[in-house]
């Protein structure tokens, strides 16, 4: 794309709206090449009437991403404002609606109606894309009120503006299907050229220096990413109604089709994006709120989601990406949604996730936008997901150093090196981290005040960190009025600490767990560092390592002295002392999970050739195992961290996963989800345990891979 704008056309009429265009796709690569004031600049220099359709919504687009990164109230006020504008201008250019009568005489003659496609198809391209502009406005107005709303009321009333959005996407849909199937059927001919992928030379090699010759999840393989030419037709896809979708998602299509050039890729895009995204918000929700939602007839099918996305840049099956002069303006932020799918929410689901084909689109987009933030940003996910984060590191310097114009850009950079470091157990540098975002970002300083106090609690230096842990509870925020889940388990810890008289088991690496820093670290660095410190921790318990001659528990528990591993002359102090069984309990469970990553490192992670792990697997399995046994067993005497009992069970099923047994890992999973007290009686806890909702999610995930056969 040209360095130079192009010419915006003066004056604006509403008829040649789609003439700008050109202009907002050329603002949107400058936001993604990290010039973002440039961006925003041009976009109110070519509409200083504010009355441009498309400028509004790229203008409404740019505020909304600025106002949900600083999390500040005057941002998101600033943004709201913006997108209520740009939904105002966005129906000036709808098609009006017909009169009462009229929409009356639409319940009788289908042609008359405002809700089918015979409405959208009476439609000129301008007011489509106006329909198309008011359901992204609608919607980023929505997301944004329910962040800066802080009650229910404004929830719900939100949520049902997402109904609209979702509906208006869901007609889009419906008429691009319909123009598409015509097409096919009047042009079958072409149905054989694009049957069969033409391959053409690799765009590019991973822009790793020396990627691992080992490797075999490089950052593109070299034939994955093969670039279709502007005349070549369109991706060859299958119909299917891009409204609802079949229950079952591997079912097979009814007659393929070609996407008719009739509707152009710009409008194209939007519907994949608005529509894919529905898709998969739809497929994340819990059972519950998923069951009220079906009751208006809406129903989230992930893989074709997924595939939707996918349409915008080409990166399905067949391998034809698109190129930058036939996508649509909305083709980089399909990718980008797929990238946050595959990279970031992929801690919390499994199906469709996809880290191959996540790398592909990372690094066409890393060609293109070499020096943008948002791209950097998941190089350094990517590789943290590999088990490096050494590398990430260098990557989120990268994104760091790539723009200064948006400076709450960075706090994302910082709280992933924060992890990152956590993931290389150099606590000091993950505490300095902490600082920097607990001095300027705003979006969770409860969460960021814990971490550094964390830090230093686990560093030795209790002081600093006794200040810090006073401070998190008053930090502590809420969304639609709800507590932040994350808040509510810092605030605990930090309530736990101060009334333990300065004390904490390795809060460090507890965090390290809670952020799946410990399931992304280098075994090297788990096997040298993680687990000597757990046995620091566990010999002043009066215990020893799993992997230890000793057994596992205290005598006078339920094992006999040879089983307990009990270190004489200091077990029945030790046991007096307030919080102890919660301390036991925590030391086994972060011990299993480390040793489970031993012995079974991420399906995703990149293993250095020349790697050297004093374990077998099957011992490290064998340790693993005793430690959540452990857990299990003490249990019923913790007194505040229940969670840590059904974190237990978790685990310990994607250990029995990864071995082989199936049965046993869905009957721990299926434990999780029974609702019933794991650790206590039925009246020994009192309502939730920390985490619970991000446990029910992971677990109904780890359900339905196994049902899927994928490694967990």
Same mark, same amino acid.
């Given at each position: 794309?040209?360095?130079?704008?192009?010419?915006?056309?003066?004056?604006?009429?509403?008829?040649?709206?789609?003439?700008?265009?050109?202009?907002?796709?050329?603002?949107?690569?400058?936001?993604?090449?990290?010039?973002?004031?440039?961006?925003?600049?041009?976009?109110?220099?070519?509409?200083?009437?504010?009355?441009?359709?498309?400028?509004?919504?790229?203008?409404?687009?740019?505020?909304?991403?600025?106002?949900?990164?600083?999390?500040?109230?005057?941002?998101?006020?600033?943004?709201?404002?913006?997108?209520?504008?740009?939904?105002? *201008?966005?129906?000036?250019?709808?098609?009006?609606?017909? $009169?009462?009568?009229?929409?009356?005489?639409?319940?009788? @003659?289908?042609?008359?109606?405002?809700?089918?496609?015979?409405?959208?198809?009476?439609?000129?391209? @301008?007011?489509?894309?106006?329909?198309?502009?008011?359901?992204?406005?609608?919607?980023?107005?929505?997301?944004?009120?329910?962040?800066?709303?802080?009650? &229910?009321?404004?929830?719900?009333? =939100?949520?049902?503006?997402?109904?609209?959005?979702?509906?208006?996407?869901?007609?889009?849909?419906?008429?691009?299907?319909?123009?598409?199937?015509?097409?096919?059927?009047?042009?079958?001919?072409?149905?054989?050229?694009?049957?069969?992928?033409?391959?053409?030379?690799?765009?590019?090699?991973?822009?790793?220096?020396?990627?691992?010759?080992?490797?075999?999840?490089?950052?593109?393989?070299?034939?994955?990413?093969?670039?279709?030419?502007?005349?070549?037709?369109?991706?060859?896809?299958?119909?299917?109604?891009?409204?609802?979708?079949?229950?079952?998602?591997?079912?097979?299509?009814?007659?393929?089709?070609?996407?008719?050039?009739?509707?152009?890729?710009?409008?194209?895009?939007?519907?994949?994006?608005?529509?894919?995204? $529905?898709?998969?918000?739809?497929?994340?929700?819990?059972?519950?709120? !998923?069951?009220?939602?079906?009751?208006?007839?809406?129903?989230?099918?992930?893989?074709?989601?997924?595939?939707?996305?996918?349409?915008?840049?080409? &990166?399905?099956?067949?391998? +034809?990406?698109?190129?930058?002069?036939?996508?649509?303006?909305?083709?980089?932020?399909?990718?980008?949604?797929?990238?946050?799918?595959?990279? *970031?929410?992929?801690?919390?689901?499994?199906?469709?996730?996809?880290?191959?084909?996540?790398?592909?689109?990372?690094?066409?987009?890393?060609? +293109?936008?070499?020096?943008?933030?948002?791209?950097?940003?998941?190089?350094?996910?990517?590789?943290?997901? +590999?088990?490096?984060?050494?590398?990430? !590191?260098?990557?989120?310097?990268?994104?760091?150093?790539?723009?200064?114009?948006?400076?709450?850009?960075?706090?994302?950079? &910082?709280?992933?090196?924060?992890?990152?470091?956590?993931?290389?157990?150099?606590?000091?540098?993950?505490? $300095?981290?902490?600082?920097?975002?607990?001095?300027?970002?705003?979006?969770?300083?409860?969460?960021?005040?814990?971490?550094?106090?964390?830090?230093?609690?686990?560093?030795? =230096?209790?002081? =600093?960190?006794?200040?810090?842990?006073?401070?998190?509870?008053?930090? +502590?925020?809420?969304?639609?009025?709800?507590?932040?889940? @994350?808040?509510?388990?810092?605030?605990?810890?930090?309530?736990?600490?101060?009334?333990?008289?300065?004390?904490?088991?390795?809060?460090?690496?507890?965090?390290?767990?809670?952020?799946?820093?410990?399931?992304?670290?280098?075994?090297?660095?788990? @096997?040298?560092?993680?687990?000597?410190?757990?046995?620091?921790?566990?010999?002043?318990?009066?215990?020893?390592?799993?992997?230890?001659?000793?057994?596992? *528990?205290?005598?006078?528990?339920?094992?006999?002295?040879?089983?307990?591993?009990?270190?004489?002359?200091?077990?029945?102090?030790?046991?007096?002392?307030?919080?102890?069984?919660?301390?036991?309990?925590?030391?086994?469970?972060?011990?299993?999970?480390?040793?489970?990553?031993?012995?079974?490192?991420?399906?995703?992670?990149?293993?250095?050739?020349?790697?050297?792990?004093?374990?077998?697997?099957?011992?490290?399995?064998?340790?693993?195992?005793?430690?959540?046994?452990?857990?299990?067993?003490?249990?019923?005497?913790?007194?505040?961290?229940?969670?840590?009992?059904?974190?237990?069970?978790?685990?310990?099923?994607?250990?029995?996963?990864?071995?082989?047994?199936?049965?046993?890992?869905?009957?721990?999973?299926?434990? *999780?989800?029974?609702?019933?007290?794991?650790?206590?009686?039925?009246?020994?806890?009192?309502?939730?345990? $920390?985490?619970?909702?991000?446990?029910?999610?992971?677990?109904?995930?780890?359900?339905?891979?196994?049902?899927?056969?994928?490694?967990?």
């Amino acid at each position: 794309m040209s360095n130079s704008p192009p010419p915006v056309n003066n004056p604006y009429d509403p008829a040649n709206a789609l003439d700008d265009i050109p202009g907002l796709h050329w603002a949107l690569n400058e936001f993604l090449q990290s010039r973002m004031h440039e961006s925003e600049r041009f976009c109110e220099q070519s509409d200083p009437e504010k009355q441009r359709l498309y400028f509004a919504t790229g203008l409404g687009l740019i505020q909304c991403v600025k106002g949900l990164m600083s999390f500040e109230d005057k941002d998101l006020l600033a943004a709201i404002n913006h997108t209520k504008h740009g939904i105002a *201008v966005a129906s000036a250019h709808r098609k009006r609606p017909s $009169s009462f009568a009229g929409r009356l005489a639409g319940y009788i @003659v289908p042609s008359l109606s405002t809700s089918g496609t015979e409405w959208i198809a009476g439609m000129t391209p @301008v007011e489509r894309h106006a329909e198309l502009a008011y359901a992204e406005s609608l919607y980023q107005k929505s997301l944004l009120g329910i962040v800066y709303s802080g009650d &229910w009321l404004a929830f719900i009333r =939100e949520v049902l503006n997402m109904r609209t959005t979702i509906s208006i996407y869901r007609q889009l849909g419906k008429w691009i299907e319909t123009v598409d199937a015509a097409y096919a059927i009047a042009h079958p001919e072409l149905l054989a050229a694009i049957s069969t992928p033409n391959p053409t030379p690799d765009i590019g090699t991973d822009i790793e220096e020396t990627p691992p010759e080992s490797s075999t999840t490089s950052f593109a393989s070299a034939n994955s990413s093969s670039v279709v030419p502007s005349p070549s037709p369109p991706e060859h896809t299958s119909t299917r109604d891009l409204t609802s979708p079949p229950s079952n998602a591997t079912s097979s299509p009814t007659h393929p089709y070609l996407p008719s050039p009739s509707i152009d890729p710009h409008f194209r895009s939007g519907v994949y994006l608005g529509l894919g995204m $529905s898709h998969l918000v739809l497929s994340m929700m819990p059972g519950k709120l !998923l069951a009220l939602v079906e009751l208006f007839g809406y129903k989230g099918d992930r893989k074709f989601g997924l595939e939707l996305l996918e349409r915008a840049g080409g &990166w399905g099956a067949n391998g +034809r990406v698109v190129e930058m002069e036939a996508e649509g303006v909305r083709r980089a932020i399909c990718d980008m949604s797929l990238l946050i799918f595959h990279l *970031v929410l992929s801690a919390f689901t499994f199906e469709g996730v996809d880290v191959r084909k996540a790398a592909r689109v990372l690094e066409w987009n890393l060609k +293109r936008y070499p020096n943008g933030v948002f791209f950097l940003f998941g190089a350094g996910r990517l590789a943290l997901i +590999r088990s490096q984060p050494s590398k990430a !590191l260098v990557y989120y310097a990268r994104a760091a150093q790539a723009q200064t114009q948006y400076k709450n850009l960075h706090h994302i950079s &910082w709280w992933e090196s924060a992890v990152a470091c956590l993931g290389l157990w150099r606590v000091a540098d993950s505490r $300095s981290w902490w600082g920097k975002l607990g001095g300027e970002a705003t979006w969770s300083k409860a969460t960021y005040t814990y971490g550094e106090a964390a830090c230093l609690a686990t560093l030795g =230096e209790h002081t =600093e960190a006794k200040k810090l842990m006073e401070r998190v509870q008053g930090l +502590r925020q809420k969304i639609a009025g709800k507590s932040i889940p @994350v808040e509510k388990f810092v605030a605990r810890k930090a309530r736990k600490y101060l009334a333990q008289s300065d004390r904490l088991l390795l809060p460090a690496l507890e965090l390290a767990y809670v952020f799946h820093a410990i399931a992304h670290a280098p075994r090297k660095v788990i @096997v040298r560092e993680m687990i000597p410190a757990l046995g620091g921790a566990l010999d002043e318990l009066g215990l020893v390592l799993s992997s230890g001659s000793e057994g596992l *528990v205290l005598s006078g528990s339920g094992g006999s002295a040879n089983e307990s591993g009990a270190k004489k002359g200091k077990d029945k102090k030790l046991e007096l002392r307030s919080g102890y069984w919660d301390d036991v309990c925590l030391a086994r469970f972060l011990e299993g999970v480390c040793w489970r990553f031993v012995a079974y490192p991420d399906p995703d992670a990149e293993l250095e050739p020349d790697e050297k792990i004093p374990f077998s697997p099957e011992d490290a399995r064998t340790y693993s195992e005793r430690a959540f046994r452990a857990v299990f067993e003490h249990g019923p005497n913790i007194e505040l961290d229940h969670y840590i009992v059904y974190y237990a069970h978790f685990e310990y099923g994607r250990l029995l996963a990864r071995s082989g047994d199936k049965d046993g890992a869905k009957t721990q999973f299926d434990l *999780v989800m029974s609702g019933k007290p794991l650790e206590v009686n039925a009246v020994g806890r009192k309502g939730k345990y $920390s985490l619970e909702n991000a446990l029910h999610m992971r677990t109904n995930a780890a359900l339905e891979a196994l049902d899927q056969h994928r490694l967990l």
